[in-house]
Nanobody, 122 residues
Framework: VQLQAFGGGLVQAGGSLRLSCAAS????????VGWFRQAPGKEREFVAA????????FYDDSVKGRFTISRDSAKNTVYLQMSSLKPEDTAVYYC????????????????WGQGTQVTVSS
């Protein structure tokens, strides 16, 4: 499977963006899909995940209540709706799948998209 993340851009604080993660090569309808982000000089960190097999979603505390992960199986696409954006949300956002391990660990994921830049201005 190959992943392509897109939808990033420049937005003012308080604004919204929707990121998309499109899969090709095979369906990932039964797979966990996670979103991670990496700001300059910082480690890649967990943002959200949708574990299709258990029908559960997970969010980092820093985005809970502001971000929503969802899936359109017909389009083989997972979305990350981001609202009430803050300057500290500025980062490159990555989607990932093929998980073997803890949902929140980047090392658990074997397939990654190329990343999309999100910049939130104050």
């Amino acid at each position: 499977v190959q992943l392509q993340a897109f939808g990033g851009g420049l937005v003012q604080a308080g604004g919204s963006l929707r990121l998309s993660c499109a899969a090709s090569g095979r369906t990932f309808s039964a797979s966990t899909v996670g979103w991670f982000r990496q700001a300059p000089g910082k480690e890649r960190e967990f943002v959200a995940a949708d574990t299709r097999s258990t029908d559960s979603t997970f969010y980092d505390d820093s985005v809970k209540g502001r971000f929503t992960i969802s899936r359109d199986s017909a389009k083989n696409t997972v979305y990350l709706q981001m609202s009430s954006l803050k300057p500290e949300d500025t980062a490159v956002y990555y989607c990932a799948t093929d998980r073997r391990g803890m949902v929140t660990l980047s090392t658990s994921y074997g397939v990654w998209g190329q990343g999309t830049q999100v910049t939130v201005s104050s």
